[in-house]
């Protein structure tokens, strides 16, 4: 029998796009576990952007290490959802500064060149966050526009794509963080979303 000694310097395969992709809090340890991937670090968002600093986010993926991240205000500043107050005035982060820091995150990520596992783990309430997720994940590894991307992502292009650009963008996105008892229903709306 002869063994490619290639294929003895990689790690475990990889996952495909949506498999194991949304966990929640108490599954997501065991389940990056079982892709040989260490535990994630929480990255502190910034109060004015409501989104991590890009300099620790590299710092932590560039240890080889999945960032948690909060990104619910960028996606909220891009795809205009952010929260206003009666009379316009807007709460929370600075909205312009959240797209564009968002669209940076993304672009950070895609670059940190270091493989599955040490990517961004967005926390994201649904399955078209997910999806928003995606969409920029391939807008910054190809370079396009990330903020529209974001804001209209094409699940059927992005399950379209072949099998190494699927597991590109887990190098970008290695899963999502989703509110507890939340990921069934999550993972039905992203498999629906790519029937047809």
Do not use: N, Y
């Not at 952010?82 to 807007?90: E, I, M, N």
């Not at 600075?94 to 940190?112: I, M, Y």
Request: with cysteine; charged share 15%.
């Amino acid at each position: 029998m002869t063994v490619s000694l290639e294929l003895l310097g990689r790690g475990p395969s990889r996952p495909d796009l949506l498999e194991d992709l949304v966990m929640d809090e108490a599954s997501i340890a065991e389940a990056l576990r079982r892709w040989s991937v260490k535990a994630p670090v929480v990255v502190t968002s910034d109060p004015l952007t409501g989104l991590p600093a890009l300099d620790d986010v590299m710092e932590v993926l560039t240890g080889g290490t999945p960032a948690v991240v909060d990104v619910v205000p960028g996606l909220a500043a891009i795809t205009g959802t952010a929260g206003t107050l009666a009379g316009g005035a807007a709460t929370g982060p600075d909205s312009a500064q959240s797209a564009a820091h968002l669209a940076d995150l993304l672009a950070v990520a895609s670059h940190a060149g270091v493989g599955f596992g040490s990517g961004l783990v967005p926390r994201c309430a649904d399955a078209s966050q997910v999806w928003a997720m995606l969409s920029g994940a391939v807008a910054a590894m190809t370079g396009a526009d990330i903020r529209a991307a974001v804001a209209a992502p094409d699940p059927a292009r992005i399950v379209g794509l072949g099998q190494s650009a699927r597991e590109a963008i887990r190098d970008v996105v290695t899963c999502v963080l989703v509110p507890a008892g939340q990921v069934e229903q999550i993972v039905a709306a992203l498999a629906a979303a790519t029937d047809g």
